[in-house]
């Protein structure tokens, strides 16, 4: 069985849907669906988004799916000391800057295609 398909294996025995997945780790949606493996940063990010899922089972394929200690959250942490409201206030204004800039792409192609 493969990374990518131990995990899809423990979001089913968790209940979590895929997309709350993406969400959760700011991965592109179809993440699980192309390759084999991915790298460290990835796992890094997997393990703080999901504490009680055992690394070793998840390489090695030793062990439990879950870690034993009933402490473990499966919530997402907060990162960067920023509460929920922060980070939506950045989102919408990076989807600011990228319209602005979508918007110069667009006529700038224009432009060139006007002097064709």
Not at 70 to 76: H, K, R, T, V
Request: glycine share 6%; aromatic share 8%; net charge neutral.
């Amino acid at each position: 069985m493969t990374h990518k398909e131990k995990i899809l294996k423990y979001l089913n025995l968790k209940g979590i849907k895929t997309s709350v997945f993406y969400r959760n780790c700011k991965f592109s949606n179809g993440f699980l669906d192309s390759g084999k493996s991915f790298g460290a940063d990835k796992l890094a990010i997997i393990l703080d988004n999901y504490q009680d899922l055992n690394v070793t089972w998840l390489l090695h394929d030793i062990g439990e799916m879950l870690l034993s200690d009933p402490s473990a959250l499966n919530e997402p942490k907060l990162r960067y000391g920023k509460d929920v409201k922060d980070l939506l206030y950045e989102q919408i204004e990076e989807n600011r800057i990228l319209k602005l800039e979508n918007k110069s792409l667009k006529e700038t192609v224009e432009n060139l295609r006007k002097t064709d």
